[in-house]
């Protein structure tokens, strides 16, 4: 009996020796190959140092099968160099007890402890020559059209250092929430992005300055007749402060009836545009302000509330010594006129009389209660106004007169 637990205990220190020894011998496939950089024509790799190995092998393989040594070193990370631009490769690692420059590069032996499990890795595409314009904007984003770029399956917006969008195609749009009416530079990546690991290889990129945004609509107390050569029928509308609106390429002002019937629609890079043969005719007239978005299109900001104007396109008065006949062509649309009278240029005038459409000439014998006097310049408005459904609306614009009693 005593022999036998004897026996026992002997091949149970044997089993462990044996299970020791298996353990030691028995050495495991290098873990952890992640790709840490990837520009054009290279790829940074690292992975988890194996215990007691002296160098180590990096292979490259382009279909998952034949495998190329590509690099051998004695750390736990390296950079393959001499790759082509936007490609996917796999790869993989083995550890060995030799030094690097023994191991056979051309005729690379098994390790060991086999080769590590492959990974998807990836270049960034090659951006020379790439293209970049605006196609699009709204109050709060951009969209962005590049040049495509071989190996490209990503594309990302920057501005500065931040990310701003991103998208699969070459069409962009901004995904993070932008600064109304403000300009922006904009860098666009072609990237190639590993779809196991999801790892995103950049490089080069394509900008595009002065890439703005859509303004609010502008305000109605911030437009208006900016320029006016009345006896030349030529005009300029616009904004008045741009600080006020924001960053903008140009403006479209239209040109309404009244009632709503569109009769022109302007538009000029800058913040006025020109109207010739203004005179005569009373408009509505709104505008907006617009980006400008690569092939003559443009993106437009919403439409301004309507402003007035109307002018008669002549005026002409007849004085004796106790009074002025004053005369003025239609102006088609108005709903009717008020007539005013000053000795002042800038200030006082007094209404003489306020008519309808169909009334265009009246005597004037007073400026407010005083009468008409001889040697005494008088200056005269003629209001115009019109009617929108149940509202009166009175002309931005009023024709103004001078003339001298003798």
Same mark, same amino acid.
């Given at each position: 009996?005593?022999?036998?637990?004897?026996?026992?205990?002997?091949?149970?220190?044997?089993?462990?020796?044996?299970?020791?020894?298996?353990?030691?011998?028995?050495?495991?496939?290098?873990?952890?190959?992640?790709?840490?950089? *990837?520009?054009?024509?290279?790829?940074?790799?690292?992975?988890?140092?194996?215990?007691?190995?002296?160098?180590?092998?990096?292979?490259?393989?382009?279909?998952?099968?034949?495998?190329?040594?590509?690099?051998?070193?004695?750390?736990?990370?390296?950079?393959?160099?001499?790759?082509?631009?936007?490609?996917?490769?796999?790869?993989?690692?083995?550890?060995?007890? /030799?030094?690097?420059?023994?191991?056979?590069?051309?005729? /690379?032996?098994?390790?060991?402890?086999?080769?590590?499990?492959?990974?998807?890795?990836?270049?960034?595409?090659?951006?020379?020559?790439?293209?970049?314009?605006?196609?699009?904007?709204?109050?709060?984003?951009?969209?962005?059209?590049?040049?495509?770029?071989?190996?490209?399956?990503?594309?990302?917006?920057? /501005? *500065?250092?931040?990310?701003?969008?991103?998208?699969?195609?070459?069409?962009? &749009?901004?995904?993070?929430?932008?600064? /109304?009416?403000?300009?922006?530079?904009?860098?666009?990546?072609?990237?190639?992005?590993?779809?196991?690991?999801?790892? @995103?290889?950049?490089?080069?990129?394509?900008?595009?300055?002065?890439?703005?945004?859509?303004?609010?609509?502008?305000?109605?107390?911030?437009?208006?007749?900016?320029? @006016?050569?009345?006896?030349?029928?030529?005009?300029?509308?616009?904004?008045?402060?741009?600080?006020?609106?924001?960053?903008?390429?140009?403006?479209?002002?239209?040109?309404?009836?009244?009632?709503?019937?569109?009769?022109?629609?302007?538009?000029?890079?800058?913040?006025?545009?020109? @109207?010739?043969?203004?005179?005569?005719?009373?408009?509505?007239?709104?505008?907006?302000?617009?980006?400008?978005? *690569?092939?003559?299109?443009?993106?437009?900001?919403?439409?301004?509330?309507?402003?007035?104007?109307?002018?008669?396109?002549?005026?002409?008065?007849?004085?004796?010594?106790?009074?002025?006949?004053?005369?003025?062509?239609?102006?088609?649309?108005?709903?009717?006129?008020?007539?005013?009278?000053?000795?002042?240029?800038?200030?006082?005038?007094?209404?003489? &009389?306020?008519?309808?459409?169909?009334?265009?000439?009246?005597? @004037?014998?007073?400026?407010?209660?005083?009468?008409?006097?001889?040697?005494?310049?008088?200056?005269?408005?003629?209001?115009?106004?019109?009617?929108?459904?149940?509202?009166?609306?009175?002309?931005?614009?009023?024709?103004?007169?001078?003339?001298?009693?003798?």
């Amino acid at each position: 009996m005593k022999k036998s637990v004897k026996f026992l205990v002997a091949t149970v220190a044997l089993t462990a020796g044996m299970l020791v020894f298996s353990k030691a011998d028995s050495k495991a496939a290098v873990t952890g190959v992640t790709q840490t950089e *990837g520009d054009n024509s290279s790829i940074g790799l690292q992975w988890n140092a194996d215990l007691g190995a002296k160098s180590y092998a990096i292979q490259f393989s382009q279909d998952g099968s034949t495998w190329v040594t590509v690099q051998t070193t004695s750390s736990a990370s390296d950079t393959v160099y001499s790759l082509t631009a936007g490609s996917t490769y796999y790869a993989r690692v083995g550890s060995f007890s /030799t030094y690097s420059w023994k191991i056979d590069k051309t005729n /690379t032996p098994t390790p060991a402890s086999g080769w590590s499990e492959p990974v998807e890795v990836v270049t960034a595409p090659n951006a020379d020559g790439m293209t970049l314009i605006q196609t699009g904007a709204a109050t709060n984003s951009v969209t962005m059209k590049s040049s495509d770029v071989v190996g490209a399956n990503l594309y990302q917006l920057y /501005t *500065g250092d931040f990310q701003i969008g991103e998208s699969t195609t070459s069409t962009i &749009k901004s995904s993070v929430a932008l600064n /109304t009416g403000t300009s922006y530079d904009v860098k666009c990546y072609p990237c190639r992005k590993a779809e196991t690991t999801g790892f @995103i290889a950049k490089s080069g990129y394509a900008s595009k300055w002065g890439v703005k945004t859509l303004t609010n609509k502008v305000d109605s107390s911030n437009f208006g007749f900016t320029n @006016i050569w009345y006896n030349l029928n030529d005009y300029k509308i616009g904004i008045y402060a741009d600080s006020a609106v924001g960053a903008y390429d140009g403006v479209q002002v239209q040109l309404q009836t009244p009632a709503g019937k569109n009769k022109r629609t302007c538009s000029n890079a800058g913040n006025t545009v020109e @109207i010739t043969n203004f005179n005569g005719t009373f408009y509505r007239y709104r505008i907006r302000t617009y980006v400008s978005c *690569g092939n003559n299109k443009k993106a437009y900001s919403a439409w301004s509330s309507y402003r007035y104007a109307g002018l008669s396109s002549k005026i002409s008065a007849k004085a004796n010594k106790k009074s002025v006949k004053l005369s003025w062509s239609k102006v088609k649309n108005a709903s009717g006129y008020k007539v005013m009278i000053s000795t002042s240029k800038e200030s006082g005038f007094k209404t003489v &009389k306020s008519t309808k459409a169909k009334t265009t000439a009246l005597t @004037i014998k007073k400026c407010g209660k005083s009468k008409i006097k001889k040697h005494k310049t008088y200056y005269i408005r003629i209001l115009a106004s019109t009617k929108s459904g149940k509202k009166t609306y009175k002309s931005d614009l009023i024709n103004t007169y001078e003339f001298y009693i003798y």
